[in-house]
Structures are given as C-alpha cells and as structure tokens.
C-alpha cells in the first residue's frame, strides 16, 4: 500500500443544515468521519469547495495522479447550492448513475459528484438525499416492494415497487414540530427531556381519528399548563402524538396493508413504530448511516 | 367645563404583543389614543404602571379629588401580566362587574381595573380580552344566540346563548401561518401582498374535506414553487386557505346551522366570510374597535 492510498472514496450527505463526511478506504471501510459540518444554507455556492476541502483537505495527498472521488447527496445539489443537480421524475429509480452531475473544481486532487434528487409532478414533491437513502436500502433488498418511511424535519412516506420510487408524499410535521416547540406560546409549556408513551399515544388517536381538530387539540396543550398545571414531559409527548397522528391519517393509502421500512432519527423512527403498531402494523427500523453510506456508495460503483 | 374634566374615562386593550388605549370624555367620546403601545410580552409585572404612565401621563390633571377610572382587558390580567385576573368559568356572560380586579397604583390620580378572561374546563381552553368584545357585541345585541367567531393569532370559536358564554373553541390557526409565512422554508416562497381568491378557495376545498392532508399540501406549496415556479401570491393565497380549510373542518359542530357574527381584523374576517360563505354560511363582521371600546366602557357602568 502506498503512502496516500488509505483514504479511495469521500462520501458525503450535505443537507440544509448539516453536513457528514466519511472517508473510506478501498474496501469501503470507514477510516475519517465529521458528523457537524455546516449545512447548505449557511453557505454560498462559492464557499462549498474551500469549506469542505478545510475539513478534509488533510485526508488527501500532496498530489498524486489519481484524483479522489467524492459523492455528495442532498441540498448541495440544490439549485441554491454547490452546484444544480436537476431533479429526476418519478416513477424511476431512487438513483441513475448516468445522471449524477459532475463538479468543476480548483483543487486537482478531487473529482466532485453530485446525486440528483428526485420530483413527483402530481400532487408536486421533492426530495434530495432521502432518494440516496432508499438506494442504499434497496442495494441490500432490491426484491423490497411495500413503503419506506422517512421521519424528519420533512417526512417522507415513498412506495417503492420493481426497484423504482413509484410515488411519494411529504409531510412538514418535523419542521411543525420545532416551529412550535421553540417559536410559539407553546414554547414554555412543552420544554422537557422526558417522554410519557401513554400521552403521546392518547394524542395520537385524537388527531388520527380527527385530524381536524389538530390546531385546536395544540392550543389546548398551553389552556392544559395554565389550567391544570400539566408538567411539560406530558404536553411535549402529546405535542408528537397530534402531530403524528394527523399526518398518519393524512399517509393512510400509503400505509394501509404494506411492508414499511423506516430510515431516519432513532428516536424518531421509535415514536412512529408505535405510532404504527397502534394502528396494528409493523415497521422495520433501518440504520440511517448505513443506508446513506451504502447508497453513496452504490452511486460510485463503476464510475 | 373646569380645566381638567376632559379625560374621564380611559380604556385599554393590552395584548400579548399590542397595547390600544383610549382616553374619552363623559360622554364616552374618544379624545385620545395610542394604537400601538408595547404589548404585555415585552414588559416585566412592574414596569406596567411607569410604562402605561409615560403614556397617558398628560391626559391626566396633576392633581385632583376624582382619580381617573383605567380599565384593562387583555394579557395584561395573564399571570405573567400586570396582575392576574383569575380566569371566570364558562359557562358565564362575558364580563361579571363583581369579578373585576382592582390593582393597587403608585400613581394617585388613577384608578385601574382588569377585566378577567374565561376558562373553560373541558376540553380546556382560555381567553383573555375577546371576552370584553363579547361583551361589547352583546351590549347591542342582547338576545344574540348563536356564534361568534373571533379570527386572529388565536382564533376562537364561541358559543352565545342567553347572554353567557356556553362553550368555546381556539385554534392556533394565525400563529401557525405566521410562522410558516416568517420562519419556515415556506418563508421565500410565499412573500406577497397580493391575494387570489380561487387560489384560496381551491386549498381551503382541498383541506375542508380532507384535514388530515394539512401538512402534506403545506409542503406542496414549496414543491410547487421549485417545481412550477408558481408565484408567491397564489402559494400565499393557497397557505391560508389550507390553514383554514382544516380549522373550519373542525371547527363544524360551532358554525353548523348557527348565525355567525365576527370580531377581528378586517382582511382576516373577510377571508373567513369567503370561506364561510363557500359552505352556503352568512357572517356579520363587526367593528372591532367599537365592540371592544363597548365592551370596556360596559364592565365600567356602575362601579
């Protein structure tokens, strides 16, 4: 093994507001990670190459002949960040190898990829990153035909049939949630560490079986501190389970009698698979850095 | 008429983040205002009085044998405001004189009362300050039975029988829309002053007959921008509609067969008219300055 051969492949999953990189050697092992890089929205489209060559320049050599790969999912392929990946129109495969965009870039050592995300016409939808997720999971199961769900700022739910995204639909419940939690009156009642299963779920069949009710059943979280004094470990569980509980009502001909996967946060994945089991289903939780790293890997393959 | 027997009533509406007070003579003219005083969140419990003082210091004579009547609807009788005025509990008429709170003054040549605001005990709910306006309406509609919808940040839903408030209904519909509209990654695509109504009636169709979709369409609008470049008048247009589409799902078993009266801001109660009126409903909307000032000067006849 020569002196700079350790490190053969970057891989990288640059969202809006982090960024993770891992450095891995000819056989795929992982030798260097940065979990808490920045996220595309704090940089401008110039700042991508020097910012990221800061964090990982002393991965590379010198200069060599061979250039490094790196490739990239997520909001960097966004047409505000490092460089335009257009989308790709489902029905298709969550990755095309022949679509992945190349980067100009200053420094020789690196040849800079990019993954397109993935668009829905009707009704509109978009995803980056999640696409190179579902890619990762279907390398390991490309027999897999049921639902992939991705809990987060902005859940996912996505049918997957022959290996192909067939249709998906995107829920802001995460972006609600924080929003909420850390931004409206609801702010002081719901701030805890702690989670009580028995709220969230009474929460959750409130609004899944009336989701109308949901921006009222969320006032009723303050009226419920100022009148009863209810602590926050309670309110902030039941804050989850209105959430979910509507978007699952909102996800029903997603769900209704499939297989579902779920990728994403652990703790998270874990409030839906119970979320799930009330409604008598089960659901596969998936290691999320794993399916990324598998799926950035998959889109090098051959290149 | 001696030199100083102008103001001899003055009347305040102190918010969450607004204050409104009114100076009126005998005869319940207004003679002075402010419309735009610091609302309760930006003041400590005993900054109140110094504060209210820099404001309407000089509507009062320096000295006197009369002290000056001040009374206060509003956040200001909240826990955290001035002083607080302890909920009433519906079922209840609006305002109960005997129930007025009186607050101890540095200032000798006033005399200040708060207003409580009305709980409701299950499910649980508060209000503080359109209780006066309640109150205001009813001073000139004594036999009102029926609804009375209050648009806002907090949007409230109440029931009017014989003079009382019989039941009650918030939903967070504005605080939502404010902070998708300010802070969410909605922010960019629905900047606009314009409106669109078929654009508002087709979201609010869209979520009225299918509310759990709520958080899905509202990811749409973002998908719409970055996919069809639709303009930020119609997406905005769209955002309240969906958001109030969901609200009058849930909001039904108050409006159905009932006659509607509404207190609020203006173009607020007229996108709920336009919504309403899509249901085959008709809405009186109301001044809401007269119905709070009415109010106010109400809970002081006779004490």
């Not at 859940?155 to 939690?181: D, N, Q, R, Y």
């Amino acid at each position: 093994m020569s002196e700079f051969s350790e490190i053969s492949l970057i891989a990288a999953d640059w969202g809006t507001s982090n960024l993770r990189v891992w450095g891995m050697d000819h056989q795929g092992n992982v030798i260097n990670r940065i979990t808490k890089g920045k996220g595309m929205s704090s940089l401008m489209p110039s700042e991508f190459e020097p910012y990221l060559m800061g964090l990982i320049g002393n991965w590379l050599p010198k200069e060599g002949n061979a250039k490094c790969p790196i490739i990239i999912c997520g909001m960097a392929g966004a047409k505000t960040g490092w460089k335009e990946a257009a989308y790709l129109k489902a029905p298709c495969p969550p990755v095309n190898k022949e679509k992945i965009i190349k980067i100009e870039t200053e420094d020789q050592r690196i040849s800079v990829s990019i993954v397109p995300g993935i668009m829905q016409k009707s009704p509109p939808d978009v995803m980056r990153g999640e696409e190179t997720q579902i890619a990762g999971y279907l390398s390991k199961k490309p027999d897999f035909d049921g639902i992939i769900c991705l809990p987060g700022t902005h859940t996912k739910w996505v049918h997957i049939s022959a290996g192909e995204i067939v249709s998906f639909k995107t829920f802001m419940t995460g972006e609600i949630f924080l929003s909420l939690s850390e931004r409206s009156i609801l702010k002081s009642s719901v701030q805890s560490n702690d989670f009580d299963p028995t709220s969230f779920l009474e929460a959750f069949e409130d609004t899944y079986s009336n989701p109308a009710l949901l921006s009222s059943k969320l006032f009723g979280l303050r009226a419920a501190d100022l009148l009863e004094n209810t602590s926050a470990k309670f309110l902030k569980s039941k804050l989850s389970g209105y959430l979910i509980g509507s978007e699952l009502a909102g996800a029903k001909s997603y769900w209704l009698g499939q297989n579902i996967v779920m990728i994403g946060n652990d703790d998270l994945c874990v409030l839906y698979e119970k979320a799930l089991k009330k409604l008598g289903l089960n659901a596969t939780i998936e290691n999320t850095q794993n399916v990324t790293l598998n799926g950035l890997k998959q889109a090098c393959l051959g290149r």
